[in-house]
């Protein structure tokens, strides 16, 4: 069946058939981003040295979260014991007031 269709139309196995190949490829640089197509899917890339700079930024905030809670357990302490420390200087005043 092959052969017949070789020649039906005058081409031999050995002719290479010409394929078409887009040698242009659109690249679109838009600020981190590169988006171009390979076979009609559209590829966006994110630069890499970008993705790294905020990993980075994403753990110094994460430390600084993280000491900013410290920060607020220990003035939730330090109102707790100024709490007390007022009641019980009120407790003392009122029976100052009432031995008067």
Not at 66 to 91: D, H
């Amino acid at each position: 069946m092959m052969a017949e269709i070789v020649d039906m139309y005058g081409a031999s196995d050995d002719d290479e058939l010409p394929v078409a190949f887009d040698a242009k490829r659109k690249v679109t640089t838009q600020g981190i981003i590169t988006e171009f197509e390979i076979e009609g899917a559209r590829i966006r890339s994110i630069d890499p040295a970008y993705v790294i700079q905020l990993e980075q930024r994403l753990a110094q905030s994460e430390q600084l979260i993280a000491e900013m809670r410290n920060e607020i357990r220990q003035l939730g302490n330090s109102m707790r014991q100024r709490r007390t420390e007022f009641g019980v200087l009120q407790r003392q005043l009122d029976g100052k007031i009432d031995r008067q």
